[in-house]
T-cell receptor
Framework: AQSVAQPEDQVNVAEGNPLTVKCTYSVSGNPYLFWYVQYPNRGLQFLLKYITGDNLVKGSYGFEAEFNKSQTSFHLKKPSALVSDSALYFCAVRDMGANNLFFGTGTRLTVIP | DGGITQSPKYLFRKEGQNVTLSCEQNLNHDAMYWYRQDPGQGLRLIYYSQIVNDFQKGDIAEGYSVSREKKESFPLTVTSAQKNPTAFYLC???????????????FGPGTRLTVL
């Protein structure tokens, strides 16, 4: 069975500071991992994914994520937060061989000016 | 949200009525998906289709039905059997959706359904 945990419902960070949104996962095989962002009353937008290879993945809008197999984590990071980064962030996992994605419950990021 | 359209944006339904949510994509994607989003619960998969004329139940299919007669279209019907249909519904597509797929999904803008 596959599952995803986003332990923080809410993350607040000051503009210009680094941000981290946490994600841990559980799969039976090798995972495919994704981050999406959702702005109010909109669909989800793809940010980045980890399939294989380099553990540090770079994505859209200056975001990056680090795959850590030993800690089963895939935390989303950005060196310098913008107010426009304020949104709802979802981590998702797909177990190799599974038919579909499994989403976490989301983390609301608020960047304070 | 480019390439995937959902209509209507807002939908109101009386109890006991069936309603159909539209999802169209022009990305030439084989796979399409329907999710339901409720506050604090993330996205839950209702149905998905990997190819035309074929679809499978997701985690919460009860009270819902779908069809996939065309590659571009994957309408979702919320039936009167769905006991708590008020939610935000999201349609998505991906290039392909087989067992080995690592393709990201592209999402539509969503339909907010409210039962009066």
């Amino acid at each position: 069975a596959q599952s995803v945990a986003q332990p923080e419902d809410q993350v607040n960070v000051a503009e210009g500071n680094p941000l981290t949104v946490k994600c841990t996962y559980s799969v039976s095989g090798n995972p495919y991992l994704f981050w999406y962002v959702q702005y109010p009353n909109r669909g989800l937008q793809f940010l980045l994914k980890y399939i294989t290879g380099d553990n540090l993945v770079k994505g859209s809008y200056g975001f990056e994520a680090e795959f850590n197999k030993s800690q089963t984590s895939f935390h989303l990071k950005k060196p310098s937060a913008l107010v426009s980064d304020s949104a709802l962030y979802f981590c998702a996992v797909r177990d190799m061989g599974a038919n579909n994605l499994f989403f976490g419950t989301g983390t609301r990021l608020t960047v304070i000016p | 949200d480019g390439g995937i359209t959902q209509s209507p944006k807002y939908l109101f339904r009386k109890e006991g009525q069936n309603v159909t949510l539209s999802c169209e994509q022009n990305l030439n994607h084989d796979a399409m998906y329907w999710y339901r989003q409720d506050p604090g619960q993330g996205l839950r998969l209702i149905y998905y289709s990997q190819i035309v004329n074929d679809f499978q139940k997701g985690d919460i299919a009860e009270g819902y039905s779908v069809s996939r007669e065309k590659k571009e279209s994957f309408p979702l019907t919320v039936t009167s059997a769905q006991k708590n249909p008020t939610a935000f519904y999201l349609c998505a597509s991906s290039i392909e959706g087989g067992h080995s797929s690592y393709n990201e999904q592209f999402f539509g803008p969503g339909t907010r359904l409210t039962v009066l």
